[in-house]
């Protein structure tokens, strides 16, 4: 069963960047699909961040797109955000998915990770 | 303000059913397909419906979807105090060059 899981800091200051790992178990990510980010402030609606293709080629929310890197490792079959200058407007709940470009829809999710931009 | 527009709030009583509109335009909902998720508090989306009306493999027949020009609805019937939860719609958006996701809609059963 395909499992997806975020790691990093809950707590990011100001101005920094916030960097969060997503692990994939149960699926060798080097076999093809896409694999993206979502977010969502406290209380809020869902955001869509941005995705990466297995082989390294990524796609970007235009409001974000000055600021988001997502990267892919297949050697640790995991993929990563960072974000960079951030502010208190980026606090939010990320959530790691693997998403279906053609056809528009994240199947699998991660549990979720709070992260709070705060001095 | 979301480029999907959802109504913020919906409630019907167990055992009844109960639609859920997610309105867009061309550029998205118009040309492109639609997925629906639903999320318990302190939880993660989990996707329901893909491609319009696919359902999920597992998701009961309770739960349907359809899209009619730039709409979709979410449809629940025989409703169940389980069904509580947020509803998301999400789709492309051709002109703004990203995924969207509709503003949210809480279903209550009362």
């Known amino acids: 069963q395909l499992q997806l899981q975020e790691s990093g800091p809950g707590l990011v200051k100001p101005s920094e960047t916030l960097s969060l790992t997503c692990g994939v178990s149960?699926?060798?990510?080097?076999?093809?699909?896409?694999w993206g980010w979502i977010r969502q402030p406290p209380g809020k609606g869902l955001e869509w961040i941005g995705y990466?293709?297995?082989?390294?080629?990524?796609y970007y929310n235009p409001s974000l797109k000055s600021r988001v890197t997502i990267l892919v490792d297949t050697s640790k079959n995991q993929f990563s955000l960072n974000l960079s200058s951030v502010t208190a407007a980026d606090t939010a709940v990320y959530y790691c998915?693997?998403?279906?470009?053609?056809?528009?829809?994240?199947?699998?999710w991660g549990q979720g990770t709070l992260v709070t931009v705060s001095s | 303000q979301s480029v999907l527009t959802q109504p913020p709030s919906v409630s019907a009583a167990p055992g009844q059913k109960v639609t859920i509109s997610c309105s867009g335009s061309?550029?998205?909902?118009?040309?492109?397909?639609v997925s629906w998720y639903q999320q318990f508090p302190g939880t993660a989306p989990k996707l329901l419906i893909y491609e319009n009306n696919k359902r999920l493999s597992g998701i009961p027949d309770r739960f349907s979807g359809s899209k009619s020009g730039t709409s979709a609805t979410l449809g629940i019937t025989g409703l169940q105090t389980g069904d509580e939860a947020d509803y998301y719609c999400?789709?492309?958006?051709?002109?703004?060059?990203?995924?969207?996701f509709g503003g949210g809609t809480k279903l209550t059963v009362l």
């Open positions: 990466i293709y297995h082989s390294g080629s990524t």
């Open positions: 998915a693997r998403y279906s470009s053609g056809s528009y829809f994240f199947d699998y």
């Open positions: 999400g789709t492309w958006d051709n002109s703004l060059n990203t995924g969207v």
């Open positions: 061309s550029s998205n909902i118009g040309n492109n397909y």
């Open positions: 149960g699926y060798s990510i080097s076999r093809g699909y896409t």
